[in-house]
């Protein structure tokens, strides 16, 4: 098979990945933070959404309409983070879940625009592969100049003690609501290219399964580093299309894996402090 061949048959799945990286990275800098936020999916349909009306709508460019896609996430995200990231733990989880919930009745209500249940059918298709590119490669260098710096090391010092790191002066409500923030606009612009990869949005795209998708991505990849969330992506999106050949059984088989990976890699595939201590005894064994 040549090079157009394949993109002719995977062109999608390749695209796909992309945007579920960008999905994973989005909850990955809310789990940098310590912060165990699931509202992802509804943020990204907020930035599908926000996106697809305005090219459908409103007839505007299309770099507008991913700019949207990404400021209205964002701006929602200021809004409910002022009372919800005071919350922690599986009390944040629920919060962000129920929220998400408000955001897809309100889309299945807003039918005149939204196209309630329906959906929104015959979005225009402007996401090429370079577009995705692009996107994942910014992100990944933000996130990355974000890791190493000052805002980088309070994330750490907030995930693993948010009093302690109170005391040592971080603004811990700050670094939370910013993480929080940025990780919604990172949401809102997978979805609004998502948007426009796919020709069709409908609610039940961006509810729990989704989130529950997204999260299980950054986890199973690894949150110890920025691999981690794209290495999750890739599994999640390519192992169902890899397993098409098992028929009836591929979910079956699909589940099976996923267990097995968490069972015996609890820290993820891309546990950087595994890979030290693997090398450890390898170079003790030379000296």
């Given at each position: 098979m040549d090079l157009q061949n394949f993109w002719d048959v995977y062109g999608n799945l390749v695209l796909t990945l992309g945007t579920n990286a960008l999905l994973a990275l989005s909850i990955w800098l809310t789990l940098a933070c310590g912060m165990l936020a699931v509202a992802n999916a509804a943020f990204m349909g907020i930035g599908a959404y926000t996106a697809a009306l305005l090219t459908m709508k409103c007839g505007a460019p299309f770099a507008l309409s991913?700019?949207?896609g990404i400021i209205m996430p964002a701006l929602i995200a200021v809004i409910i983070g002022l009372p919800v990231i005071r919350l922690s733990g599986v009390y944040l989880a629920m919060a962000t879940l129920a929220f998400g919930e408000v955001v897809r009745v309100f889309i299945l209500n807003a039918e005149s625009w939204t196209g309630g249940a329906m959906g929104l059918n015959g979005i225009p298709q402007y996401t090429q592969w370079w577009h995705?590119?692009?996107?994942?490669?910014?992100?990944?260098?933000?996130?990355?100049?974000?890791?190493?710096?000052?805002?980088?090391?309070?994330?750490?010092?907030i995930r693993?003690?948010?009093?302690?790191?109170?005391?040592?002066?971080?603004?811990?409500?700050?670094?939370?609501?910013?993480?929080?923030v940025a990780g919604a606009a990172i949401?809102?612009?997978?979805?609004?290219?998502?948007?426009?990869?796919?020709?069709?949005?409908?609610?039940?795209?961006?509810?729990?399964?989704?989130?529950?998708?997204?999260?299980?991505?950054?986890i199973l990849g690894g949150t110890g580093g920025l691999a981690g969330p794209i290495l999750g992506a890739g599994i999640i999106t390519v192992?169902?299309?890899?397993?098409?050949?098992?028929?009836?059984?591929?979910?079956?088989?699909?589940?099976?894996?996923l267990v097995l990976i968490v069972l015996f890699l609890p820290q993820g595939i891309w546990d950087p402090?595994?890979?030290?201590?693997?090398?450890?005894?390898?170079?003790?064994?030379?000296?």
């Amino acid at each position: 098979m040549d090079l157009q061949n394949f993109w002719d048959v995977y062109g999608n799945l390749v695209l796909t990945l992309g945007t579920n990286a960008l999905l994973a990275l989005s909850i990955w800098l809310t789990l940098a933070c310590g912060m165990l936020a699931v509202a992802n999916a509804a943020f990204m349909g907020i930035g599908a959404y926000t996106a697809a009306l305005l090219t459908m709508k409103c007839g505007a460019p299309f770099a507008l309409s991913l700019a949207a896609g990404i400021i209205m996430p964002a701006l929602i995200a200021v809004i409910i983070g002022l009372p919800v990231i005071r919350l922690s733990g599986v009390y944040l989880a629920m919060a962000t879940l129920a929220f998400g919930e408000v955001v897809r009745v309100f889309i299945l209500n807003a039918e005149s625009w939204t196209g309630g249940a329906m959906g929104l059918n015959g979005i225009p298709q402007y996401t090429q592969w370079w577009h995705v590119l692009l996107a994942v490669v910014l992100v990944l260098l933000a996130l990355w100049r974000v890791r190493a710096s000052k805002i980088g090391r309070a994330f750490d010092a907030i995930r693993g003690d948010e009093t302690a790191a109170s005391l040592m002066g971080v603004d811990v409500r700050t670094r939370k609501m910013q993480a929080f923030v940025a990780g919604a606009a990172i949401a809102g612009l997978a979805g609004a290219l998502n948007a426009h990869l796919t020709f069709f949005i409908s609610p039940g795209e961006f509810g729990f399964d989704k989130g529950v998708e997204i999260l299980t991505m950054a986890i199973l990849g690894g949150t110890g580093g920025l691999a981690g969330p794209i290495l999750g992506a890739g599994i999640i999106t390519v192992l169902p299309e890899a397993l098409r050949g098992l028929a009836d059984y591929r979910l079956m088989v699909n589940g099976v894996i996923l267990v097995l990976i968490v069972l015996f890699l609890p820290q993820g595939i891309w546990d950087p402090a595994r890979f030290k201590r693997w090398l450890v005894p390898k170079k003790a064994a030379h000296a």
